[in-house]
């Protein structure tokens, strides 16, 4: 059964109204979950003006990139102009953000024949989904700071792996970026992404692994962790996922289910949590293996 909710309604983001992705997401579509999740970002009245929606089409406020930069497969170059749109279009608060979005080649992590630098989300198999770009350099932005040399970071529901080559990249070598996914098949075939990206001496040297696992149980080895990124919704935060934040760490994780918020989840040094809402998005959910793969 198609998911059947009034644009209205879930166009109200936590701060602003933003229309959805009509082109790639249509409510009444039956393919609607693969197609989440669905960013609702907030934005100032600059990113109106500079990036205001093509007419009539009632696309996201970043859907000119959908025109110009639609490109698959590996493209470094079309990748950079897929940076520098979101850079004009204000979504970048930190040019180091940026930078690791610019070194990781996206069109390396998502399925051939797929247009790898359009702003919008796409399905990646499995009922599983790799966000848009957007989404990606919100959640990068929100952990830049617990994402400093040397520090660990946990990404649960890694898919193709582009999320956590970018933590990667920005704990270094002495840090630790963990992805854990419990689909085998994406786990080695993001492996193989990796690879072929240039977060692949991270993974020789094993400061970069990805592993079969239920995310909702974090990953204990490699935990206190300072940033925890969260790619698919809970209905409730997990105890685990915080149980394994370090005091000062940062979890950010999409919380509901028809109507969610991404929620950033902060633990200060006394063990204590402070919450915040950042947005309104739509993401398929964090679930058992066996439930994501029956749809």
Same mark, same amino acid.
């Given at each position: 059964?198609?998911?059947?909710?009034?644009?209205?309604?879930?166009?109200?983001?936590?701060?602003?109204?933003?229309?959805?992705?009509?082109?790639?997401?249509?409510?009444?579509?039956?393919?609607?979950?693969?197609?989440?999740?669905?960013?609702?970002?907030?934005?100032?009245?600059?990113?109106?003006?500079?990036?205001?929606?093509?007419?009539?089409?009632?696309?996201?406020?970043?859907?000119?990139?959908?025109?110009?930069?639609?490109?698959?497969?590996?493209?470094?170059?079309?990748?950079?102009?897929?940076?520098?749109?979101?850079?004009?279009?204000?979504?970048?608060?930190?040019?180091?953000?940026?930078?690791?979005?610019?070194?990781?080649?996206?069109?390396?992590?998502?399925?051939?024949?797929?247009?790898?630098?359009?702003?919008?989300?796409?399905?990646?198999?499995?009922?599983?989904?790799?966000?848009?770009?957007?989404?990606?350099?919100?959640?990068?932005?929100?952990?830049?700071?617990?994402?400093?040399?040397?520090? *660990?970071?946990? $990404?649960?529901?890694? #898919?193709?792996?582009?999320?956590?080559?970018?933590? =990667? &990249?920005? +704990? !270094?070598?002495?840090?630790?970026?963990?992805?854990?996914?419990?689909?085998?098949?994406?786990?080695?075939?993001?492996?193989?992404?990796?690879?072929?990206?240039?977060?692949?001496?991270?993974?020789?040297?094993?400061?970069?692994?990805? *592993?079969?696992? $239920?995310?909702?149980? #974090?990953?204990?080895?490699?935990?206190?962790?300072? =940033? &925890?990124? +969260? !790619?698919?919704?809970?209905?409730?935060?997990?105890?685990?996922?915080?149980?394994?934040?370090?005091?000062?760490?940062?979890?950010?994780?999409?919380?509901?289910?028809?109507?969610?918020?991404?929620?950033?989840?902060?633990?200060?040094?006394?063990?204590?949590?402070?919450?915040?809402?950042?947005?309104?998005?739509?993401?398929?959910?964090?679930?058992?293996?066996?439930?994501?793969?029956?749809?």
């Amino acid at each position: 059964m198609p998911l059947l909710v009034p644009s209205s309604i879930l166009a109200y983001g936590y701060r602003y109204r933003a229309p959805y992705y009509k082109q790639f997401l249509p409510f009444s579509s039956p393919t609607f979950q693969l197609y989440s999740p669905l960013l609702l970002p907030r934005v100032t009245s600059s990113l109106f003006n500079s990036c205001s929606p093509l007419p009539n089409t009632g696309n996201s406020l970043l859907s000119r990139m959908e025109k110009y930069f639609s490109g698959s497969g590996g493209d470094m170059n079309r990748n950079k102009g897929m940076v520098d749109q979101l850079r004009r279009c204000g979504v970048f608060r930190s040019e180091k953000v940026a930078e690791v979005m610019e070194t990781i080649d996206r069109g390396l992590f998502v399925p051939d024949g797929t247009p790898a630098y359009a702003d919008s989300p796409m399905p990646i198999g499995h009922n599983a989904t790799i966000s848009a770009p957007h989404m990606h350099a919100m959640c990068l932005e929100l952990l830049k700071d617990n994402l400093q040399p040397g520090m *660990h970071a946990l $990404d649960v529901g890694s #898919g193709t792996g582009y999320l956590t080559a970018c933590f =990667a &990249i920005m +704990v !270094g070598s002495e840090g630790r970026a963990v992805g854990i996914e419990h689909i085998p098949e994406l786990v080695n075939w993001s492996i193989e992404n990796i690879k072929k990206s240039k977060a692949a001496p991270f993974l020789e040297e094993g400061s970069l692994s990805v *592993h079969v696992g $239920d995310g909702r149980l #974090g990953y204990p080895e490699a935990a206190p962790y300072d =940033a &925890i990124h +969260v !790619g698919a919704a809970a209905p409730e935060i997990p105890k685990a996922l915080v149980e394994q934040l370090k005091p000062g760490g940062r979890l950010v994780i999409p919380v509901g289910t028809y109507f969610q918020d991404l929620k950033v989840i902060d633990k200060k040094e006394d063990g204590s949590l402070s919450v915040k809402t950042e947005t309104s998005v739509r993401y398929v959910p964090l679930t058992s293996r066996e439930d994501q793969l029956r749809g």
